[in-house]
């Protein structure tokens, strides 16, 4: 199998990349830059946007499946900006995979795109889009989704896969984010701190797509659908990241707001920083405070049954390597906050 992933310089895409080149896939990358250390790998670049339809279309030559993880995510930003990544960029990865004959078209979903202002506990793929989203983020990624899943057929069997809350050593984004604002004394637990939800290690999430690869065709029952991947049990979310922040030698999080005075300042800042035309991500938004205070997990079986995925590596030792890969680095607990105050997105 001849590989191209999206975004494959990426937290996730590199994963992706990685088990696709230990398995002997020859593997072609597209993003933004050049990057030297897969290069070295043998890994095929190409620097380019998935906004330029061309480029991908030049890209999917000779290729067998595509990875579509190429994103813009975040709590914030330009609706102009996401559309045109998340929905448009998507929109030339599907017409490329027609146009050069891309049998396998893999989807890097969220399972935001189903998540709106309630608690979801345990829901299989059976949940509905919500009629309204908190951000622009996951309003985009379901326009995508539904998009790609609509253009299954014998020409292309495609797929979207949902992991939830990605990381991992090397993490850019989730962790980062948790350190820097326990730090600088700006991390709150929002509502009881009792809500659960789920994570995903990041070598589970680069499973899940290769299984999903693999298992992919016109026939195959993973075709045409969304599927949840996860660890398989849900965390209660504060204790979680309290757990990495002792890990880490950090001081836990303790002060609380109650979840309605967080999505009433989130409404208010979003509402400030759109009439000032601000770039900068608000300290809290509402999708913040509703990812922060509600249940969000989810039921991974069908991925299970229909393309064979189990979480290998366990929550606990997930944790034990993100502390051991940050001991074994001294300062390495400043340098993550440091890269979250540079990264304006991240894994939803």
Not at 280 to 291: H, I, N, V, W, Y
Request: aromatic share 8%; glycine share 10%.
């Amino acid at each position: 199998m001849r590989a191209l992933v999206t975004g494959g310089g990426g937290f996730l895409g590199s994963a992706v990349v990685r088990r696709l080149l230990a398995r002997g896939n020859g593997v072609t990358v597209l993003g933004r830059r050049r990057y030297a250390e897969l290069e070295q790998l043998g890994v095929l670049c190409i620097q380019a946007d998935v906004r330029d339809a061309g480029a991908i279309q030049q890209a999917c030559r000779g290729i067998d499946a595509v990875f579509h993880v190429a994103a813009l995510a975040g709590v914030w930003g330009d609706p102009r900006d996401f559309w045109s990544i998340n929905v448009e960029g998507t929109r030339n990865v599907v017409a490329a995979c027609f146009d050069n004959g891309v049998r396998r078209l893999v989807y890097t979903s969220s399972p935001s795109v189903v998540f709106g202002r309630t608690s979801l506990c345990g829901v299989d793929e059976s949940q509905p889009y919500p009629p309204k989203f908190a951000a622009e983020y996951p309003r985009t990624k379901a326009v995508a989704e539904q998009m790609v899943l609509a253009a299954n057929g014998p020409a292309v069997a495609t797929i979207a896969i949902r992991p939830h809350l990605i990381w991992g050593p090397g993490d850019p984004y989730l962790i980062p984010r948790v350190v820097q604002r326990a730090t600088s004394g700006k991390l709150k637990i929002v509502g009881d701190g009792r809500n659960r939800v789920d994570i995903t290690y990041i070598d589970n999430a680069a499973e899940a797509h290769v299984l999903a690869a693999d298992a992919l065709g016109p026939s195959a029952a993973c075709a045409g659908r969304a599927y949840f991947v996860s660890q398989g049990e849900p965390v209660v979310l504060w204790d979680w990241i309290n757990e990495l922040l002792a890990g880490l030698g950090i001081p836990p999080a303790t002060r609380k707001i109650p979840f309605q005075i967080a999505y009433a300042a989130g409404a208010a800042l979003e509402t400030i920083y759109h009439a000032g035309r601000r770039t900068s991500e608000p300290p809290m938004t509402r999708f913040m405070a509703l990812q922060f205070a509600k249940d969000h997990y989810f039921n991974i079986a069908a991925a299970g049954r229909d393309f064979g995925f189990q979480p290998r590596i366990s929550t606990q030792e997930g944790v034990a390597r993100v502390i051991a890969s940050t001991a074994a680095m001294p300062g390495r607990a400043t340098e993550l906050a440091t890269a979250a105050s540079s990264h304006s997105t991240g894994s939803c």
